[in-house]
Nanobody
Framework: QVQLVESGGGLVQPGESLRLSCAASGIIFRLYALGWYRQTPGKQRELVAAITSGGTANYADSVKGRFTISRDNVKNTVYLQMNSLKPEDTAVYYC?????????WGQGTQVTVSS
């Protein structure tokens, strides 16, 4: 059974940082591309950051220079380091693992940026 379990969300003030983690089980982790998406009520889920199985990362323009995605193929975990958080980063963040026609999602973790 495949499981992706996110953690690390919470309430922070503008300018602060958070690190999200997503621990995977039930897949050959190193073979999968991984991504972090976010969604707010009434809007489509959007890609925030992604990292290939080879370690190449790409980012949405809105988070470039502030967020960093990384992966640990020993711990089967993908991370999202979020710095200089803004109120518009408030959303539910989901991790995703995909390979060819296989795609798996976590349950999401809430990030709220507010003063």
């Amino acid at each position: 059974q495949v499981q992706l379990v996110e953690s690390g969300g919470g309430l922070v003030q503008p300018g602060e940082s958070l690190r999200l983690s997503c621990a995977a089980s039930g897949i050959i982790f190193r073979l999968y591309a991984l991504g972090w998406y976010r969604q707010t009520p009434g809007k489509q889920r959007e890609l925030v950051a992604a990292i290939t199985s080879g370690g190449t990362a790409n980012y949405a323009d809105s988070v470039k220079g502030r967020f960093t995605i990384s992966r640990d193929n020993v711990k089967n975990t993908v991370y999202l380091q979020m710095n200089s958080l803004k109120p518009e980063d408030t959303a539910v963040y989901y991790c995703n693992a995909n390979r060819t026609n296989l795609r798996f999602w976590g349950q999401g973790t809430q990030v709220t940026v507010s003063s």
